[in-house]
């Protein structure tokens, strides 16, 4: 009987994968119409006229989104069908802001959209089965933190705007921390995966307290104290939180315990409260979000401008392409949702949250679904990495917690962002399309 | 350009960004939802209902088992593993049965033989062992066409 089945099953993924690609292919042609429609409604705004590059700019992002679609129906035909419409509905909406704020940086941001759809098909057609990366978790910890090492370097490493994460190879800089946390997450999965038994148990007495056997810690946390070390030191605040917020999401999930979670926010108010009364930068921030309005002109400009960007957009928006532009720095990549927020209002900007919200929810559905333990776990990481980040930026923004410069996923201005954000996406639709060819069971028994 | 068209232009581009969020969210519940015809539940039934458990094989009944063999995960259906003196099922080496999956416990359960009949017994596992869709208490006689899970593992008497 165990015959018919299999072969029945090969038709049921057949199915599955033909009814999810052509739901992607509706929805990336959907998404196609909406970013051309805004791309020419910002230059209509902006100079009364459709942008003359309209017939070149159509057709670029016609391939683009084609050449990653035909490839998913190659390679990964039974991975979610909501991810990537999602993705380039974020990309293209960040590129006709950024093409509406900078011209010299979209041309920028065109090739690395280019260079992280390359990235997205490399990484779906090597990495085969999620499962090869959990051989290499090791090593994977070790490029992590060797990673985000790199702009400390002498040489290599590069100081822009108060933090030390780049990192110049001749003419190309780039942030080698977008890609360590990628790096880190398949570690921790690993890791997590191979002792979660281990991590669950509290096997140790320290004083009044049960807490799992140390020595099965120590790996991750050194992987873990290193990284945050790293981080504080180079001035990247926004990484280190969103590192620490993956850490403890991780451990909670492959432990199930949640005295993690109270463990994770002990140690983040203890961390806060030192780095508040010991970095001069820490405290200015926090003041900054707190009242802004003491220094508008000097430190508190940017949150300002930006507080003034998201009342004068109102509910729909002045309009893409009529809003002020050129006025807050970082606009096109700390401040691209104050755009957003102000040319298509309280409707555009949520559409960028819900976006955000769909993702993560595909995330924590391909985590579910996944029946092997590493790749459930490595989902559910990827989608924090990607949730969480967006959440720190956007709540930056909206003042509704201290500022810390980091990209908006897909959205900002950021080549090392942009390559990285997409392996990340092949990475989940190479996870989705393992567990949906496994067919997912039902489980009875829990 | 009138700026009363640029409006208009603006709300239609806000309404076509929210009916694209409509068809996703409509194939969000597409996925979550799985019609009754739906592929993926009729070829494989879950086995939690009672009448599905009930293998073809049931009609032996009375007679002792003597293989266990695996059902599901389809990847590893097929699998025999033939009965006899003590056999330990869990995801621990050591293990006469190892069942490497999720949900199973690295000791879960044991399968013996005594008085020419077959029985199950559950080791203490977190997730417990299942026979024929009920948990297991005890130790539970167990026929040929009887399944029992251990975590996501579905195994057969025959």
């Known amino acids: ?446 | 350009m009138p700026e009363q068209l640029l409006t208009v232009l603006k709300l239609c581009l806000l309404a076509l960004l929210y009916l694209f969020f409509l068809r996703v969210l409509r194939a969000v519940w597409a996925e979550v939802t799985p019609p009754k015809a739906a592929a993926e539940s009729a070829v494989v039934p879950p086995p939690s209902k009672p009448p599905k458990i009930k293998s073809v094989r049931a009609s032996k009944k009375g007679s002792v088992p003597t293989k266990l063999t695996v059902v599901e995960p389809i990847a590893r259906a097929g699998a025999d593993f033939p009965l006899g003196g003590d056999l330990t099922l869990g995801r621990a080496p050591g293990c006469s049965v190892v069942l490497d999956e999720q949900y199973v416990s690295q000791v879960h359960s044991r399968v013996f033989q005594r008085d020419n009949s077959v029985f199950v017994e559950d080791l203490g596992s977190t997730n417990g062992t299942w026979l024929n869709g009920v948990r297991a208490v005890g130790q539970m006689h167990a026929r040929p066409g009887d399944r029992i899970q251990i975590g996501n593992v579905i195994l057969e008497f025959r």
């Open chain 1, 1 to 446: 009987m165990t015959v018919p089945t299999r072969a029945a099953s090969k038709d049921a993924v057949a199915l599955v994968s033909g009814r999810r690609r052509t739901t992607e292919l509706g929805l990336l042609i959907l998404a196609f119409i909406v970013i051309v429609g805004l791309y020419a409604l910002a230059s209509l705004g902006r100079n009364a006229s459709v942008p003359a590059n309209i017939g070149p700019f159509l057709a670029a992002v016609l391939a683009l989104v084609l050449v990653a679609h035909l490839v998913v129906r190659k390679v990964a035909p039974a991975a979610d069908a909501l991810l990537l419409p999602l993705a380039a509905l974020l990309n293209g909406m960040g590129y006709v802001f950024i093409a509406r704020l900078n011209d010299d940086l979209a041309g920028l941001q065109a090739a690395w959209t280019a260079a992280g759809i390359t990235c997205f098909v490399l990484t779906l057609v090597l990495v085969k089965d999620i499962k090869v990366l959990q051989r290499y978790r090791y090593t994977f910890g070790l490029i992590g933190v060797l990673l985000l090492l790199m702009p400390l370097l002498p040489v290599l490493g590069n100081e822009i705007n108060g933090s030390r994460i780049w990192v110049s190879l001749g003419p190309i800089g780039f942030q080698p921390g977008e890609f360590a946390k990628i790096a880190l997450a398949i570690f921790f999965a690993g890791y997590l995966q191979e002792n979660r038994e281990l991590l669950s148990v509290a096997t140790f007495r320290l004083g009044p307290f049960s807490i799992p056997d140390p020595k099965h810690f120590a790996p991750i946390l050194l992987a873990w104290g290193v990284a945050l070390a790293v981080m504080i030191f180079q001035r990247d605040l926004g990484s280190a939180l969103l590192f620490f917020v993956l850490f403890v999401v991780m451990l909670w999930v492959a432990t199930g315990r949640a005295a993690y979670l109270v463990a994770g926010v002990i140690l983040f108010a203890t961390g806060a409260a030192l780095a508040y009364s010991q970095f001069s930068h820490v405290q200015q921030r926090v003041e900054v979000w707190l009242d802004p309005w003491t220094d508008p002109q000097g430190v508190g400009y940017q949150i300002v401008q930006s507080v003034y960007a998201l009342s004068w957009g109102g509910v729909v928006g002045t309009g893409p392409g009529l809003g002020i532009s050129g006025r807050i720095p970082f606009e096109e990549t700390d401040f691209i949702f104050a755009i957003i927020a102000e040319e298509l209002g309280l409707l555009g900007s949520t559409a960028v949250l819900c976006t955000f919200l769909l993702m993560v929810g595909s995330g924590l559905r391909i985590a579910r679904r996944c029946s092997d333990g590493f790749g459930s776990l490595l989902a559910v990481g990827l989608t924090t990495l990607i949730g969480v980040q967006a959440f720190i930026i956007v709540g930056g923004v909206i003042r509704l917690m201290p500022l810390t410069g980091i990209t908006l996923p897909f959205v900002s201005y950021g080549g090392s962002s942009l390559v990285a954000n997409y392996v990340l996406l092949a990475l989940l639709l190479r996870i989705s399309d393992g567990a949906s060819r496994r067919v997912p069971q039902p489980v009875l028994a829990r």
